[in-house]
């Protein structure tokens, strides 16, 4: 992979492959058993090389889209449900400016369902590499899943050093910090998960101060 094509070109290169491994997953065969388009989208902010990358599991919706094919502004991520509840730790913790857009927003799976249940292993192992390639191609200073499920799926494949959990005060709930290839991936419970207010809080200062360790962010 050339790292040093535009921001644009790599776009229009990945859009390719993406449609390429999309048309052979499983969930493409669900979709057109559905009659249904529910296709794919790469990212939702535009690339931005060496900034923060924040993730969730996969494209939602359950109507009839268009695979992506132009670069977002990256304005519609503030209507998202489950950033506007996590917006006040992303913003204050980790330095996320919503009117500049200053990270980068994806899923690890780029196929769209209407429920991420919907996607086999095999759609996720078919994804996989699309999404290796735009954190390679970015090289973030850290990646924050929203939720651990895309832990849980990236230990699957193996692809996880240096697991660490972090617990809330009672033990119950927690965050994870990890290496993922060269780079530092960090996850938070996701907004719809049943935790307390205090408990939620205390994760997130957990995994704030793992990433400012790591980044060496004062």
């Given at each position: 992979m050339d790292l040093n094509i535009s921001v644009d070109s790599f776009f229009s290169e990945l859009l390719v492959e993406t449609d390429k491994q999309y048309t052979k997953s499983p969930i493409y065969q669900k979709q057109l058993s559905h009659?249904?388009?529910?296709?794919?989208?790469?990212?939702?902010?535009?690339?931005?090389?060496?900034?923060?990358?924040?993730?969730?599991i996969n494209w939602g919706g359950s109507d009839n889209f268009h695979p992506q094919t132009v670069m977002p502004s990256g304005q519609e991520v503030?209507?998202?449900?489950?950033?506007?509840?996590?917006?006040?730790?992303?913003?204050k913790q980790w330095g996320l400016d919503f009117k500049?857009?200053?990270?980068?927003?994806?899923?690890?799976?780029?196929?769209?369902?209407?429920?991420?249940?919907?996607?086999?292993?095999?759609?996720?192992l078919l994804s996989l590499p699309l999404?290796?390639?735009?954190?390679?191609?970015?090289?973030?200073?850290?990646?924050?899943?929203i939720g651990g499920i895309n832990i849980k799926m990236l230990?699957?494949?193996?692809?996880?050093?240096?697991?660490?959990?972090?617990?809330?005060?009672?033990?119950k709930f927690r965050?994870?910090?990890?290496?993922?290839?060269?780079?530092?991936?960090?996850?938070?419970?996701?907004?719809?998960a049943h935790l307390t207010t205090e408990a939620r809080h205390t994760i997130w200062i957990k995994i704030t101060n793992e990433m400012k360790k790591a980044t060496n962010r004062s």
């Open positions: 009659s249904k388009r529910w296709y794919y989208a790469i990212c939702a902010t535009p690339i931005s090389k060496g900034k923060g990358i924040l993730f969730g503030t209507e998202y449900h489950f950033i506007k509840q996590s917006r006040q730790f992303l913003e500049s857009i200053n990270f980068n927003y994806t899923n690890f799976c780029f196929f769209r369902t209407p429920k991420a249940e919907y996607l086999s292993l095999d759609d996720y999404f290796e390639k735009y954190v390679h191609y970015i090289n973030p200073p850290w990646l924050l899943s230990n699957t494949f193996g692809l996880l050093k240096n697991i660490q959990l972090h617990f809330d005060n009672e033990n965050g994870y910090s990890a290496q993922l290839w060269a780079y530092d991936i960090f996850s938070v419970p996701h907004p719809n």
